[in-house]
């Protein structure tokens, strides 16, 4: 098993409908996580860390679930800039290593 | 300011070369990743530079990688007799500290090897 998985997608969504992925995790030691998003042949950007409380950035809304070790990521009213693959990042047993999910890719259709 | 800087932006090379990536991180930053991305999969660490700690290089694939840090600031990244497999997207990272969940990424090496 992954140490970090998604579903790769792609999930092909109308502008203006809201949009919510799933990412596992397998460590429940994990302490920290983080949604980065991608944009093609681009590098990895923080699009928000996931507080335990979940927290919410505008249209984007993170939570976390201990329990069943997942985090989500919502977006509403999406916007077709909003397309491009979003991964979801754990940080891992060592103080600074992040482990990185494969992403989830996102199309918004005008 | 200035972010992370990578050259060359692409390199093609034929199997059993050398080659050199090299990465510039934002000044001041104290912790340096190296992640090597292939299509469709998620990012895999290599190494990790930490001011003047020994690196953790457990991410190496194999004994034909290596990769330096010169004076706290500038990286460069070897590949030794390069195979086919290490064709990927080699993306360097920085950070104001290790342990930080944000990272600031150059714009990547696409590594070709024929």
């Known amino acids: 098993r992954k140490e970090v998985e998604q579903d790769p997608g792609p999930f092909n969504v109308p502008e203006g409908a809201t949009v919510a992925f799933n990412c596992t995790y397998s460590?429940?030691?994990?302490?920290?996580f983080f949604w980065y998003r991608q944009d093609c042949r681009k590098e990895p950007k923080l699009l928000m860390s996931v507080y335990s409380s979940g927290n919410e950035d505008g249209r984007f809304t993170a939570q976390l679930n201990r329990a069943s070790q997942y985090i989500s990521l919502l977006i509403r009213d999406s916007k077709l800039s909003d397309s491009a693959t979003y991964l979801c990042?754990?940080?891992?047993?060592?103080?600074?290593?992040?482990?990185w999910g494969a992403g989830t890719k996102l199309i918004i259709k005008p | 300011g200035a972010g992370v800087s990578q050259s060359p932006s692409n390199k093609v090379t034929e199997k059993g070369k050398d080659v050199e990536l090299r990465c510039d991180p934002i000044s001041g930053h104290t912790a340096l990743y190296w992640y090597r991305q292939s299509l469709g999969q998620g990012l895999e660490f290599l190494i990790y530079f930490q001011g003047n700690s020994a690196p953790d290089k457990s991410g190496l694939p194999s004994d034909r990688f290596s990769a330096e840090r010169t004076g706290g600031s500038v990286s460069t990244l070897t590949i030794q007799r390069t195979q086919q497999e290490d064709s990927a997207v080699y993306l360097c990272?920085?950070?104001?500290?290790?342990?930080?969940?944000?990272?600031?990424f150059g714009p990547g090496t696409r590594l070709t090897v024929t």
């Open positions: 990272a920085s950070s104001p500290e290790g342990g930080r969940g944000e990272q600031y």
């Open positions: 990042v754990v940080k891992g047993i060592s103080n600074y290593q992040l482990i």
């Open positions: 460590n429940s030691a994990s302490q920290s």
